[in-house]
């Protein structure tokens, strides 16, 4: 089980902070990854974190969000910082066990996902 939260309404400059709990896996086996999905867009990768520790973040958030996990409290964080409005959608989390560095942006090499959490950043 998966479990988001601390989205919620900011804005633009302002910085959020996600977490994700994760439950019923063994973690550190786990590869975590954040995706978005803004109204009437596709779902899109944003970070992720490999099970061997390795990040990877999509251009458009590199040098403003950071992607962290705590293995002993099985939970992975992302620190967003300098928001703008482009960064608005529903943040989910989402994690499966070894997935390749190659894959880790395919979302369809997650198979387990969180509910999402809102984010929303006003001009």
């Known amino acids: 089980q998966l479990v988001e939260s601390g989205g919620g309404l900011v804005q633009a400059g302002e910085s959020l902070s996600l977490s994700c709990a994760v439950s019923?896996?063994?973690?550190?086996?786990?590869?975590v990854g954040w995706f978005r999905q803004a109204p009437g867009k596709e779902r899109e990768f944003v970070a992720a974190?490999?099970?061997?520790?390795?990040?990877d973040y999509v251009d458009s958030v590199k040098g403003r969000f950071t992607i962290s996990r705590d293995d002993a409290k099985s939970m992975v964080s992302l620190q967003m910082n300098s928001l703008t409005p482009s960064d608005t959608a529903v943040y989910y989390c989402?994690?499966?066990?070894?997935?390749?560095?190659?894959?880790?942006?395919?979302?369809?090499?997650?198979?387990?996902w969180g509910q999402g959490t809102p984010v929303t950043v006003s001009s």
């Open positions: 974190t490999g099970w061997t520790g390795n990040l």
């Open positions: 019923g896996r063994t973690f550190n086996t786990l590869s």
């Open positions: 989402a994690a499966h066990a070894s997935i390749m560095t190659d894959d880790l942006r395919n979302r369809y090499a997650y198979a387990f």
